[in-house]
């Protein structure tokens, strides 16, 4: 069984699941994709995403405004809290920071995330973080904010190994999408196959970035498998050793996944 810790289940394109999203969830089962975290992107789309996802006890949420939603309305720690306090919930994010896709003054962005690291503080959950372009500054607000205290992941790392053991020393966790698939990836890769067994998680960050030999094309949870052969190859150990690990260590980060 393998979990996929990070897609966007309302953004996939139910096409090839006869635009069902009980056949497609019934599809991901089969191919023994045993749990999934469904992250939110912005408020507005959020209740739709909550219906969508409800009634399927091995999916669980988070809520949160990513920080490519420029113009999404903007979110109140009150309000995240009690969001928050909803059992399905068990993350605050997407957020962070993408210095990539957006320009000019980006204040708002860094006063979006430290409100996020508040409420993910305020409600005990840990964070789910976007950063690309960065991790400088991302960093920075998340020790300045102390998001030590509730930690997280850093979703789709991208980053050297340096950033990769400042995130750890913050009680941060790092998890690996398709990227680290792409042969131009060797950074990722090394970072793959030197971090300690219990820091790592694995995920699709589906409808987007694709795994080889799928890379261009729509991504779907059920690819999930080709991340975490490529991982098994990166640290020399068995898929079915990276499976059992990854499953692990995300019962171990949202313990709220753990109960049944
Ligand atoms: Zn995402």
Partial sequence: MLIDSHCHLDCLDLNPYGNSFANFMREAHQQEIGYMLCVAINL?????????????????????????????????IDQLVSLAQDPKVVAIGETGLDYFRSEGDLNWQRER?????????????????????AKKDTLKILDEEKASEVGGVFHCFTEDWETALRAMDLNFYLSFSGIVTFKSARLIQDVAKRLPENRFLIETDSPYLAPVPFRGKPNYPVYLRCIA??????????????????????HTLFPQTSAG
């Fill in 44 to 76: 507005e789309s959020y209740p739709d995403m909550y219906r969508l996802v409800e009634g399927y006890r091995n999916v669980a949420i988070s809520v949160g405004v990513h920080p490519n939603e420029r113009d999404a309305r903007e979110p109140a």
């Fill in 113 to 133: 995330f430290r409100t996020h690291i508040r409420a993910a503080k305020a409600i005990g959950k840990p964070l789910i973080i976007h950063s690309r372009e």
């Fill in 229 to 250: 052969e490529c991982i098994a190859g990166l640290r020399d150990v068995s898929f079915a050793e990276i499976a059992e690990r990854s499953t692990q260590n995300f």
